[in-house]
């Protein structure tokens, strides 16, 4: 596997979080797993959320979805699942949107828009991760 350093996208001023990532690309896949930690408080900068820098491009004008893992630590309430997706009018360099399960609205998706990092005391207050494979632009 290769390292790699994913990053948020979309990101309002600075970037508190700090990636890190492996990835194996053979046979026209790109098969990865990309962990966000936050360490300061980071906000999108608007209400689509954050998205998520790949590896290696992915084949352009497909809809692809991955599982995501939003582990809230000591600022939230403790680890949510959902999905990572690339639109199919990407241009396949990266996630275009990151969504959890929200608590408000059922079993509903919401766009993580906001990581709380050290605000209110935390520290490194949410991890995300992200899992899954793609065909290879």
Request: glycine share 14%.
């Amino acid at each position: 596997m290769t390292q790699w350093t994913p990053k948020l996208t979309n990101v309002d001023g600075a970037d508190g979080t700090s990636g890190s990532g492996h990835y194996v690309s053979a046979g026209g896949a790109c098969t990865f797993t990309a962990m966000i930690v936050a360490h300061k408080e980071t906000t999108s900068k608007d209400g689509a959320g954050f998205g998520l820098t790949l590896p290696v491009p992915a084949k352009s004008g497909v809809r692809l979805t991955f599982q995501l893992s939003y582990d809230g630590r000591d600022a939230d309430n403790g680890t949510r699942t959902g999905e990572a997706l690339i639109y199919a009018g990407s241009d396949g360099k990266q996630i275009d949107r990151l969504r959890v399960t929200g608590t408000s609205n059922g079993a509903a998706l919401q766009n993580v828009n906001y990581m709380y990092g050290d605000a209110e005391g935390a520290k490194e207050a949410e991890i995300i991760t992200v899992t899954g494979s793609y065909p290879v632009a």
